[in-house]
């Protein structure tokens, strides 16, 4: 056993390597990314010997938990926000099957309004959809939680899949001292995994998911599920306490109660707020006030009984919640609604309040708790309360926004302002602002979550761009734009331009699919594909367009593995197939190109000749580890060396626009770039060896034109 | 506080372009030597925050805006421009 002062992600990744989990099926998101990134580097240096797969959505990232689960492999997966909504189908399908998958959610909020900060709009509305939901206060209990949630739901009794929640930014990227414990307690805690599910296995025995079953069992297969549900409730005391018995710590199995000795009031909360409300309490208590504190930490199944016992013993109840049922009979958040349905059978209810609060990350300090708590006993002592649902607004706040103040440089006319927040040096930055220039004000742009959404979300109520843009999201920018089109021209208004702005990966993993629909479709709008070749927004992680042996955080230089171990996906080809009448690739170094292409591609679209497709290469200086102001020089050497061709298609004629006398060894354009330091000569030469090959299949490519390569449709 | 002033709230609406000042990001900030400078207008195209502009008498910096990268430094052809502290 060994203490170490690590971050909430960092605790969940070492619970998992503890946990001897064999299958890890995971996707970059903000605060989730560094689960991921450990992982990746635990299994690089051969500390877990588990299959990482480097998926490309979230979708597919819990398809591939199921699918893992049932050839009879532990899974493990980690998401937050868009990613867990966008996992919703197949979240949905785990349930049908019973497998006891493990999934870690960074609370993160959920919808627009370019949040990446937490509270629980994310995980409840999966709340019902029959996992087991636990919320956790430290670092330490996400630890231990992940070792206990695959012996509860692995357990016979139980077999159901699990949420474990940790609030994004407080826990997942915060460091606390954990104690690590050793891998031979671990291993007698929870052996290895033996699935009491069905297992698809054709050698063994013949055994498949149950695909369908008459209408008419449908209430007592309901009622099934419940029972397990009921059934888990015993579990988690069960295996708290056998894990106190082994590791000395015990968390209360599915409630915390703080003391509640002879409590008249009491405050319910989760997750990591319960901290600050244990000072509160702990300062109230100084004073001699009758008040306790409820961690609920089992969610689902939800702690009925527990809650119904302490709630005859005091005259009023607190629900502090970071989450809205929006539409509830005057608000009211998710825990409040449950609590009060837990205790309406009792007789003598006690009064009880709602505080929402916490939302969008917003700190919840002792203060804050003490008033909460102050208001709470009120209620106890007049035996009524003045507001029920408490919003906990600031309105000297919203006095100072409404209306909005000017911005510190207010730009009205400006199509493009100076000073995003781009990082020193980047290459996106430079692609927006030529982009924005060549297209004019006449245009509406979608950018899906990026690092352009995350430049162009500026200060609130004031946009540093001068057209019309939203947030797109990840899987479906290629839809979003169709629908802009499609409005433009039912509203006679053909001379607007429509753009996407997407990444690398919006365009070449997760949001594929949308832009090969969108490409088959004939939509008259730009697919403007900056490529920076990794997931830089959330933190370099790897991507389909990630360079072959470049280093990134999910896939590492160590022992075993050297860095990403297959080559990219060539789009511009892949949409050449599609048959689209314009597609060009760019650089940064050469911006008079780039801006022909961009008008070019604007005159394409606005003559509803279909969609146009650039994809321009952008270097991002702390992604690619190197000095700012080698931008230029780099993308430079990536056209020289023949690393990144510049060519256009029109109507299915390949042209290339850059012929270099002859290419520049490629070792000139990776030795500015630490993402490639690690590699050796032979590397180079293989590198070098692709890089000639595909510079080859281009020429060809070109002197076979004018004749028709491209597949048509028909 | 009416209906109206909540609306940018209530429907979530932006309408004031603007920025703030980056100065405050930079460790070195470029000068230009317009004695070298041929007024070729590279660092112009090349400037990643687009605060560089070319007047009459040559580029001029809005070092309000200026992150201080150096892309300009490294692209300017005849060495015109310099990072200085």
């Known amino acids: ?714 | 506080m009416n209906r109206k002033n909540m609306e940018y709230l209530e429907f979530g609406k932006a309408k004031l372009i603007g920025t703030s000042p980056r100065d405050s990001w930079r460790v070195k900030k470029p000068e230009i030597n317009q004695d070298l400078c041929k007024k070729c207008g590279m660092c112009v195209d090349y400037c990643i925050e687009g605060c560089m502009q070319m007047g009459n008498e040559g580029v001029i910096i809005n070092y309000r805006l200026c992150k201080g990268c150096g892309v300009c430094a490294n692209e300017c052809p005849t060495s015109a421009i310099r990072m200085i502290d």
Not at chain 1, 43 to 70: K, P, Q, R, T
Not at chain 1, 429 to 457: D, F, Q, W, Y
């Open chain 1, 1 to 714: 056993m060994e203490t170490r002062v690590i971050s909430g992600n960092e605790a969940i990744a070492q619970g998992v390597r503890l946990s001897r989990v064999e299958v890890i099926p995971i996707y970059p998101i903000t605060p989730q990314t560094t689960i991921a990134e450990y992982l990746a580097s635990l299994v690089a240096n051969g500390e877990l010997e588990a299959e990482v797969i480097l998926i490309d959505g979230e979708h597919s990232a819990m398809s591939a938990c199921y699918g893992a689960e049932l050839i009879g492999a532990r899974a493990f997966t980690a998401t937050c926000s868009h990613g867990l909504a966008y996992m919703h189908e197949p979240i949905a399908q785990v349930t049908a099957y019973r497998l006891p998958i493990l999934m870690a959610v960074t609370n993160r909020r959920l919808g627009s309004l370019h949040s990446s900060q937490p509270d629980y709009t994310d995980t409840m509305p999966e709340k019902d959809s029959g996992w087991m939901q636990f919320y956790l206060e430290s670092n330490q209990e996400a630890l231990d939680m992940v070792i206990q949630a695959y012996r509860i739901a692995e357990d016979n009794r139980v077999i159901l899949p699990t949420m474990i929640c940790i609030d994004g930014f407080y826990l997942s990227y915060s460091n606390e001292p954990v104690e690590i414990p050793n891998q031979k307690d671990v291993d007698e805690f929870l052996p290895s995994y033996k699935a009491e599910h069905i297992i698809m296995d054709p050698n063994v025995r013949f055994e498949t998911p149950l695909l369908t079953i008459p209408a008419e069992l449908i209430p007592t297969y309901e009622r099934l599920y419940c029972d397990a549900m009921e059934r888990a409730k015993k579990v988690i005391v069960e295996v708290d306490k056998e894990f106190e018995a082994k590791f000395g710590r015990s968390y209360g199995g599915l409630i915390e109660q703080y003391r509640c000795e002879n409590a008249e009031a009491v405050i319910i909360t989760m997750g990591s707020m319960t901290t600050a409300a244990r000072r509160a309490i702990d300062k109230l208590r100084k004073d001699s006030k009758k008040i306790g504190l409820i961690k609920v930490r089992s969610f689902r199944p939800f702690p009925t009984e527990e809650i119904i016992k302490i709630a005859e013993s005091v005259d009023s109840i607190g629900v502090v919640d970071r989450a809205v049922s929006r539409g509830v009979g005057g608000g009211g958040g998710p825990l409040f609604v449950d609590v009060k349905a837990a205790i309406y059978n009792i007789n003598d209810r006690p009064v009880i309040l709602n505080f929402i609060t916490g939302l969008f990350g917003k700190d919840l300090r002792i203060e804050d708790f003490e008033n909460i708590a102050n208001k709470t006993l009120k209620a106890a002592k007049d035996g009524k309360a003045e507001v029920i649902v408490d919003f906990m607004e600031d309105l000297d706040l919203v006095r100072k926004y409404c209306p909005p103040p000017n911005p510190t440089i207010c730009m009205p006319e400006a199509v493009f302002c100076s000073g995003l927040s781009g990082c020193v040096g980047c290459g996106l930055t430079l692609s927006l602002r030529h982009t924005l220039e060549v297209l004019g004000k006449n245009t509406v742009m979608a950018v899906p979550s990026s690092c352009a959404a995350a430049i162009i979300a500026g200060a609130p109520f004031t946009s540093p761009i001068g057209v019309p843009h939203v947030i797109a999201n990840m899987p479906s920018p290629g839809g979003v734009i169709s629908g802009m089109r499609r409005g433009l021209r039912i509203k006679k208004r053909s001379e607007v331009n429509v753009i996407g702005f997407c990444g690398d990966g919006a365009t070449v993993d997760i949001g594929f699919t949308s832009l090969s629909g969108a490409a088959e479709r004939g939509e008259s709008v730009i697919w403007l594909c900056y490529d920076n070749e990794a997931y830089m927004n959330t933190g370099i992680q790897q991507s389909g367009s990630t360079p072959i042996g470049a280093w990134t955080t999910t896939s590492p230089v160590g022992s075993i593995v050297r860095g990403k171990k297959t080559g990219r996906k060539n789009i511009p080809l892949i949409m050449a197939l599609h048959g689209v009448p314009y597609i060009a690739t760019a650089s940064l170094a050469y911006i008079k190109d780039f801006r022909r292409k961009l008008k070019k591609a604007s005159e394409t679209t606005l003559k509803g000749k279909g969609m146009a497709y650039i994809h321009v290469q952008t270097p991002c200086p702390p992604g690619w580890r190197f000095p700012s102001e080698k931008t230029i020089e780099i993308s430079r050497l990536a056209v020289l060396t023949g690393a990144w061709p510049l060519y256009e298609i029109e109507d299915g004629n390949l042209k290339i626009n850059t012929m270099p006398r002859s290419l520049k060894p490629i070792y000139e354009y990776l030795k500015l770039q630490g993402r490639f330091r690690h590699l050796k000569k032979d590397e180079i030469n293989m590198i070098q060896n692709i890089v000639n090959k595909n510079w080859k299949e281009l020429l060809r490519l070109e002197q076979t034109y004018p004749k028709k390569m491209v597949y048509s449709s028909e």
